[in-house]
Structures are given as structure tokens and as C-alpha cells.
């Protein structure tokens, strides 16, 4: 589904990925952790088209096509979702007027018919269980005044109502108490299948008792250092991350 | 003045036509409304068109204005077809057209009865309530000091006076439509209006300026208001002008005790456009409220001066002005609010907020607060910035594409001005033309 070869990427001049190597196929979860400033959220905002990073070499292929070519709603519409870190709170819009548009947007680049308001709501109606989200909340302004777990839950709604193949979900756990973390888990889980995939970018091992991976990928450095099944996880947790410091730097 | 003044010619042109049309007026020329027409234009004469030097218009040339030429009051052989074009909204109310200055009876439509609300063209009011001029005409928007009112006042034939007798609920809204039919020649009118709003009686009034043709036009507007006791009034100014349109607006409102003011004035497109909105709180437990709305793109200038006046104690004040600037707009928000020794527990909020679209766009906001009295709360706030990249990157990633988000942001932006709007059908053309004018 997704294949990342040597992808680079810069921020003025500062390089932050310096050569990522990755395969995600469908229907498998991807644990990326590592220590603060590794360049896990650049390689989230990376492939979800956030233009503030150059990406300086390498090349990200989606389904066959070329990701980076496309404007961040072309990746929406081919079926890329990024859960931010820091959802953000605009002011005048609500999550169910901008999600309409964003559902209808992206039906019509794949040639489907617009939703009625009857269809929307009734979808919108089943996913707001899912992640245990009030009405009252999604005509509210988008993330406006909302608390940190709200804004979280409402990342996963948006999720659930838009059905991406490929979720990223960018320290979705960061914030949460763990109730909050467990619905967003609940959500997340509910929406695995064999059609799709899911990265879960994040720095503490506790999101991944809820959202069990199939891999582990410890980033450092701009570089994937060491990959292996979710045991790995288990032992970040237990021996943090040093040992791979000195790993990497033995090498 | 000196010949070589660069306002030279429109100036002296104007003089010469007030000369004119007062020989031609006889015996009405020695009525006390026409002295106050008299000394106005001697002050109109001392004052000239200002210039930037003049801190007032540091920001508002208005050398192309007088520069250009102009027909007053020229005839207009407007159609109910012609009108169409314009795409008004429906009101179910009193609609009021002036075309070129001059009322249009035939395109016009009065439906409350004259017992809850008395609507007079100024020049009928001249002939047949002369009283009620001389109480109230040119008593409160200041013509010693500012020209264009000076200019108005001198010139002030055509217009609207209104007056809601005491206890009265006006329900049905009134709209003053001004069209500028600028198909043929560069036209010019100068409309006065009188709204007098009784011991606590409600109206609602609306002005609309339009503009046909491609030629240029300038309109010179003064409206006075007058609130007694426990009033209330809601105030609408829309304009909706071409590039080649001047428009240099005064309303100033005058508020006794306890009455409640509510305006809303929005620019949606005009090429060069000056307005002021002043309000004094000559009354304690009087509230002001004030929004504003401008969308400037192209060439197109447009400068909200405000002033309250908070001249008595416990009254409110409160200021929301918001602006969308494209191209090569140019933008000025000047805010002032006094409060006078009198004036304690004045709570006075300003706000004015701008989202600058181009590089090559301007907006200078200037607030001004004059705080003589101890026990005041007085705010103020001005923000200029780019839309938020943060908030469009994050519509894009759920599929929105770049310029729908961009459109969303800015109408969610706008919105917040847009609803205060309180008659429906002039709200929601509003939003029509605003959403109409972010798909360009």
C-alpha cells in the first residue's frame, strides 16, 4: 500500500529526515516510537503534504501513485488521513459543516455522488458512537474551546466518517487520561480491516496496549534504526531509549 | 484659499452652484433652513477638501475625488427592468428608492401606516415641517469642521426624514435604496437623512448604495439620528458600489437615556469609500452597539472612522469591525472613543480585527481612547494577519482543496459580523454576495 525509499526531508535548513525506508501493507498496524526531535511528527506532517518541510530526496509511493506530486486534498482523497498532534481549533466553522464539505469533496474527485443532508446525518449518527462524541460538541466551532480529549475524539470521528485507507496517527495518545485513550483506541480498533492500515506515530509504549502493532519502528535521528515485532515496544518501555542511542552510535 | 489649491475646481465649481441655484430659489431663500444651507457652505468654503495633512484623512486622499467632474442631481430614465439588475433582495417592508439624488416615487413602496411611522422625502419635509427641521436639521452632525458635511449640508435638498412617534413598535423594516445610475455621464448626489426615533419607540432602518454604469460616481451621504428616551433603533449601512464609485458617508446619532442603538455597516465593494459613524451618549443606561464588515479587493479603498462619545455614566459601548483585504486593497479603521469626566462606569469595548490576503494589500488601524473619568472599562483591540496556515493546512488534509478552504475561512471570519444582521433578507443576499465574491 504504501512504500517510503530513502525519503529526506528539510526545514529551512535544517535536515530532519535523513533517509526513511519503510513498508506498510494493507491491513497492518505500524508503531513508529522514539525519543523527542527524531523526526517522528515531521514524517507524519511529511506525508500528509504539510508544506513547510522541502523533501529533499527519496520518493513515498501510495497505491502505486507518487504522494508527493499530490496537494494535501489529492492524499485526502486518495485515502490518507493524518489524526493531528494539536488539532486545530477554528473559530466560525463547525465539524459538521466543514466534515459535509470535506466528505462531498472528496466523493466527487472519486466520481461519487455528493451525500443529502439525510445520508450525512445518518452517517455522521453512526459514528459518533463509535467514539462516544455529543452532537452538541460537532455543531460546535471546530475544536473551539474543546479539551484535549475532545479535540482527540473528535480526530477519530473525522477518521471514522471519512473511512481513510492509510490513518496516521500523530501522538493521538498525548493529552489523554486513560479512559480518553481507551475510546480513542476503541475507535481505532473498530475501523482495522484487511483493506486498510494504520501508522501510530508515538513516544510512549501505553497507546500500544489499546492499539496492538504489528511492527515496531524505532526512529532516531532522521533514520529507522531498528524494526521488530511489537515485543519491541514492550522493551522501550522497560529500558527507555538509550540503549539504542548507544546502539546507533557503536555502529 | 488660493488658486492653485489641487481641490481648486470642484470646489469653486460647487460655490458657483449654490449661487445659482439660490437665485433661483426666491423668497424660501431666507427660511431658517436655508440660512443653516448658508453658513454651511460659507464653512464649506474656509474648509476646503481636506488633505492627507489633515490628521483626520492621513490615510484617505481625496485628490482624485475632487478632480474628477460631475453631474449633480442628473436625470436618470430608470426602469423597474434597469433595477433588476441589481438583484436586491426582497424586503417586506418600506422601500424608499433615490436615483441620482432624486426620490423615485413610482419605484418606491410605503406600507406602514402614517400613525406608526411618518416617512417624508426632506423636500416635502421643507414645505410641510418646517418645525421639526428647525429642531432638529443640522443639529447634530457637525458641519464647522468637516467638509463633506459642511459640503451636504449646504447642498441638502433631497433625502429621507423619518419619525416613530412615541410607544411605538415599527415592525416592518424601511430601506432607503441610493442608486448612482452612472451608465451615461460621471454622476454625484448628495442624500441628507433625518431619522427621529421618539420616547421608547422602535424602528429599523436600512440604507443601500448601489451603484449602474461604469462611469464614476460620488455620493456625499449625511444622516442625523435622534434617539429619546428608552429609543431603539437597529441601523443598517450596505454598500455595494462599483470601482469607479466615491463615497464619502456621516452618520451621527444622538442618544438620550436608556435607548438602545444597534447598526451594522458592511462594504462589500466600492472603489473609494469613506465612512464615519459617531455617536454621542448624551444619556446614562444607553447602549451602542457597532459592527462592521469590509471586503476590499482590486484598487478598491475603504476607511471606518468611529466615534462614541460617552458623555454621561453607566452606558456601553461595543465596537466589532472586520476586514478582508485582497489585491492591492487598501484598508483604514480609525476607532475613537471619549469618556468624558461624567461619564463613570462606562464600560467601552473596541475591536477590529483584519485578515490581509495580499502582500501588496494595506490596512492601518488606528484606536484611540480619550478616558477622563476614574471608574471606567475601556478595551481595546486590533489584530492584522495572513489566514491561518495552520487552520487551512488542516481543512486540506481532510480533502477540502486550497481555495474552498480558504473560502471557508474567510466567510467564518465574516460570518461573525454577517449575523448580526437582524433582517433576514438583507442578511442572507449578504452572505450570497460575500460567498459569490470569495469564488472569484
Known sequence: ?251 | MTPNQPNNDLKSKLLADFRTSEERMNGASKSALHQIRREALNQFDRLGFPTVKHEEWKYTNVNSLVKEVFEFNASSEITLEDLALLESSRLDGNVLYFVNGRYQPQLSKIVSPTSQLSITTLADAVKTMPDLLNQYFAKYADYQDNAFTALNTAFAHEGVVIKVPANTVVEAPTILRFVSDARQVNVASQPRNLFIVDKNAEVKVAESFRTLGDQASFTNVVTEIVMAEDARMEYYKIQNESDMAYHIGTTQVYQQDRSHFYSATVTLDGGFIRNNLNIALDGSNCEAHMYGLYFPNGRQHIDNHTLVDHRKPNSHSNELYKGILEDRATGVFNGKIFVRQDAQKTNAYQSCKNVVLSNDATMNTKPQLEIFADDVKCSHGTTTGKLDEEALFYLRSRGIPKVEAQSLLMFAFAEDVIKKIKIDPLREQIERRIQAKLAR
Open chain 1, 1 to 251: 500500500m504504501l512504500t517510503i525509499s530513502n525519503l529526506q526531508a528539510s526545514i529551512g535548513s535544517k535536515e530532519i529526515l535523513k533517509g526513511i525506508n519503510l513498508e506498510v501493507k494493507a491491513g497492518e498496524v505500524h508503531a513508529i516510537m522514539g525519543p523527542n526531535g527524531s523526526g517522528k511528527s515531521t514524517l507524519a506532517s511529511v506525508l500528509a503534504g504539510r508544506e513547510d518541510y522541502d523533501v529533499t530526496d527519496g520518493s513515498v509511493i501510495f497505491e502505486g501513485k507518487d504522494l508527493l506530486e499530490m496537494a494535501p486534498e489529492e492524499r485526502a482523497a486518495e485515502g490518507i488521513f493524518l489524526a493531528f498532534q494539536y488539532p486545530v481549533e477554528i473559530p466560525g466553522v463547525s465539524t459538521t459543516n466543514f466534515l459535509k464539505t470535506a466528505m462531498n469533496e472528496i466523493r466527487k474527485y472519486r466520481g461519487q455522488e455528493s451525500l443529502d443532508a439525510v445520508q450525512f446525518l445518518k452517517l455522521m449518527k453512526e459514528k459518533m458512537k463509535l467514539v462516544n462524541i455529543d452532537q452538541s460538541l460537532l455543531s460546535r466551532s471546530l475544536n473551539e474551546g474543546f479539551s484535549g480529549g475532545e479535540k482527540k475524539r473528535n480526530e477519530i470521528f473525522q477518521m471514522a466518517m471519512l473511512e481513510p485507507k492509510l490513518a496516521i496517527l500523530d501522538e493521538t495518545d498525548s493529552g489523554l487520561d486513560i479512559d480518553a485513550l481507551r475510546i480513542v483506541a476503541e475507535g481505532v480498533n473498530q475501523l482495522r480491516s484487511p483493506e486498510r492500515a494504520t501508522i501510530v506515530v508515538t513516544h510512549y509504549q501505553r497507546l500500544l496496549d489499546y492499539i496492538v502493532p504489528d511492527y515496531v519502528h524505532v526512529l532516531y535521528k532522521g533514520r529507522i534504526v531498528k524494526s521488530g515485532p511489537k515485543e519491541l515496544a514492550f522493551e522501550l518501555e522497560e529500558k527507555g531509549y538509550d540503549w539504542i542511542k548507544a546502539e546507533v552510535e557503536t555502529v
